[in-house]
């Protein structure tokens, strides 16, 4: 499966935003989707994610309660809305998928053989 990331941007702190994420070349409803993220100077870290066949969330607690993973089965996207945005939501956003992802393993990056090219949020104080 093919990602193709969007919606990065600059947002003043206390903003919000929206990333999609579009999946081609699989069956879309087959795969668990996540985000991840990187700051400068720091490693990837998960954001949050949402299985398949029933869609069941997980979120890093920093994001926790403003941040909401969504997925379309239709339209083939994934869709992450970023609400009170704070000046450390900083980063690349990164995402991910597979098929055989297992509620253990949804916030670990190596639970995931296909990733995005990545999209910048900015978030200024």
């Known amino acids: 499966v093919q990602l193709q990331a969007s919606g990065g941007g600059l947002a003043q702190a206390g903003g919000s935003l929206g990333l999609s994420c579009a999946a081609s070349g699989g069956t879309f409803r087959d795969y668990s989707f996540a985000w991840f993220r990187q700051a400068p100077g720091k490693e990837r870290e998960f954001v949050a994610a949402?299985?398949?066949?029933?869609?069941?969330?997980s979120y890093a607690d920093s994001v926790k309660g403003r941040f909401t993973i969504s997925r379309d089965n239709a339209k083939s996207t994934v869709s992450l809305q970023m609400n009170s945005l704070r000046p450390e939501d900083t980063a690349v956003y990164y995402c991910?998928?597979?098929?055989?992802?297992?509620?253990?393993?949804?916030?670990?990056?190596?639970?995931?053989?296909?990733w995005g090219q990545g999209t910048q949020v900015t978030v200024s104080s």
């Open positions: 991910a998928a597979d098929r055989g992802v297992i509620t253990s393993s949804m916030s670990m990056s190596g639970a995931y053989d296909y």
């Open positions: 949402i299985k398949r066949y029933g869609g069941a969330t």
